[in-house]
């Protein structure tokens, strides 16, 4: 009873342990799925195009739109001030093209919007990277096909509002907003919500003229309007904005005290705002708000430590930048961890991770190695004390067969003994019987002198010896009594019968057998008293060894 209750405990825990094995395999496989995942979709900085534009031979008109696409999805446009280019290499005005970590190495398609016509589609295509600067040329080839829209298009190429609309935004999952308009400083909103919400809208949109008190140093006022996000059911919202190095610079303004604030309560709360770098440009910020209202981006005042003309950084400036981008990725390492439950991930998370898609493949084959490590450590240790355990089962019952076979030995050993004594004592009686048959011969050999009979002069070895000496000398004087008695009977035959002996011829013959037998009965009659002495004196000595050997 008691080894079935252990075995039942011991499976027991067994049991627990492989479902904790499997339970940290099964966690270690989900968490670096979800680093992958954060690194995989992680926005990243926007790739820059500029250069010639040309569509069927023409140059491509003033206020005609330039589109780039990524799986036909619209990633970002420009307006074309000069007929025949867009962009300007000299300026910060290009065509950005916006993506996240699983856009690496995608191909971008360009678009060209010519006034009353449909969009044409250019010859050329591009690999998308981040944060790269690259001269384009484009060449349009296609149909023009008139479109009676262009005059709206045209009139919305100057607007600072752009919105988004949701049929469904599911608690927990995250939603993420680029916004490709060139005069809207955010340019990614990432969203997680506590509530299962529907038909939901976002607006961003630029105003001048905010219904709150205004700041200093303000580079622009932003409102962003989501009547159906509550503050109460907003999880994680983390906003991406920009600002122009030439604003900056001009007004001497300092980079690094660019701070968001937002309108709540009749009160601008300034929100923690983190510098992630800069390119030629604009610097890049980030920062998290609890809820959607009107947004101020302002900046505080500095004494350059560089002087440069305004718009294009020199190339000290590039390599400053350059060097504050690594201390600001410094900065943000000490303060954040990218290693963030999935219902958690914000843009702190998806902005330090600085990787390709590679290195979120190589996370979950270690996340996976890790689980069959643990596994493999968990179940090599309950096999080490299973086998711990059958070893001592084992131990114990070859010491109980060991004591089992000590005791039958010891019985044995008892038994044997036992048998020793008795075959001891019975080669100790042979002995004395031996000695006791050598004492009588030789007290035989002294007694038998003279006259004796040949037989009783010989050795005697063994009590059957003895007898049949002692009968042979018991039948010698008988025989010469029955020989007297049978001449008697003769006699007693002669006289009662009256028969003449014939053989007697003489009566001398008679008296001769008279004197013979007169002469033989007394020598008889010693013999006879002889062996009756003889005989006591052997049946005494024969008492007295069957004394000594009892």
Request: net charge negative.
């Amino acid at each position: 009873m008691f080894r079935g209750g252990a075995g039942i405990v011991m499976t027991c825990k067994n049991n627990i342990a492989s479902v904790l094995v499997y339970a940290i395999l099964v966690f270690s496989i989900v968490l670096v799925s979800t680093i992958a995942y954060a690194q995989t979709d992680a926005p990243a900085l926007p790739s820059y195009f500029y250069g010639k534009a040309v569509y069927n031979g023409k140059n491509v008109p003033v206020n005609s739109v330039i589109t780039a696409k990524i799986d036909s999805e619209k990633r970002g446009s420009i307006k074309v001030d000069v007929a025949g280019f867009y962009g300007d290499e000299n300026s910060d005005k290009k065509l950005g093209v916006t993506g996240s970590r699983s856009s690496l190495g995608k191909t971008i398609e360009f678009y060209a919007k010519i006034p009353k016509l449909q969009e044409i589609k250019a010859t050329q295509t591009y690999r998308w990277q981040t944060g790269t600067e690259t001269k384009l040329d484009l060449t349009f080839i296609g149909e023009e096909i008139v479109d009676n829209s262009t005059e709206i298009l045209e009139g919305q190429a100057n607007i600072t509002k752009q919105s988004f609309n949701y049929s469904k935004i599911t608690a927990g999952r995250q939603v993420l907003i680029f916004i490709d308009n060139p005069l809207i400083p955010i340019i990614r909103l990432q969203l997680l919500t506590t509530a299962n919400l529907s038909d939901v809208t976002i607006e961003f949109e630029v105003v001048n003229e905010p219904i709150a008190p205004k700041l200093d140093g303000v580079y622009k006022y932003i409102s962003i309007n989501a009547p159906k996000i509550q503050d109460s059911a907003v999880k994680t919202a983390i906003l991406r904005f920009r600002v122009s190095n030439e604003w900056l610079e001009i007004n001497g303004y300092d980079p690094a005290t660019v701070k968001l604030f937002r309108y709540h309560n009749s009160n601008w709360d300034e929100l923690e705002t983190f510098h992630e770098g800069a390119d030629a440009a604009d610097n890049y910020y980030r920062a998290g708000t609890p809820g959607f209202s009107y947004f101020a981006i302002k900046a505080g005042k500095y004494v350059p430590k560089v002087n440069s003309t305004a718009g294009i950084l020199s190339s000290v400036q590039e390599e400053g930048a350059n060097k504050e981008i690594q201390e600001t990725e410094k900065k943000g390492n000490e303060t954040f961890s990218p290693v963030l439950a999935a219902s958690q991930i914000t843009g702190f998370a998806v902005e330090k991770v600085k990787s390709n898609p590679i290195i979120g493949v190589m996370l979950v084959l270690a996340g996976v190695l890790l689980g069959i490590l643990v596994t493999q450590y968990f179940a090599g240790k309950n096999k080490a004390e299973q086998n711990a355990r059958s070893a001592q089962e084992t131990q114990t019952i070859q010491k109980i067969k060991a004591i089992e076979e000590l005791e039958s030995l010891k019985e044995i050993q008892i038994q044997e003994a036992e048998t020793t004594d008795d075959t001891q004592d019975q080669e100790d009686n042979t002995i004395q019987e031996i000695k006791s048959l050598e004492e009588l011969e030789s007290l035989t050999n002294a007694q038998s002198t003279g006259d004796e009979s040949d037989q009783q002069s010989q050795p005697i070895y063994s009590i059957n010896a003895i007898e049949d000496v002692q009968t042979e000398e018991e039948t010698h004087p008988v025989q010469e009594i029955q020989s007297i008695e049978e001449l008697q009977a003769i006699d007693d035959i002669q006289d009662k019968d009256n028969q003449p002996i014939q053989e007697i011829q003489s009566i001398e013959e008679l008296q001769t057998i008279d004197d013979i037998q007169t002469e033989q009965k007394p020598q008889a009659t010693e013999n006879i008293q002889a062996t009756e002495d003889a005989q006591n004196e052997e049946d005494k000595q024969e008492t007295k060894i069957k004394l000594e050997v009892k």
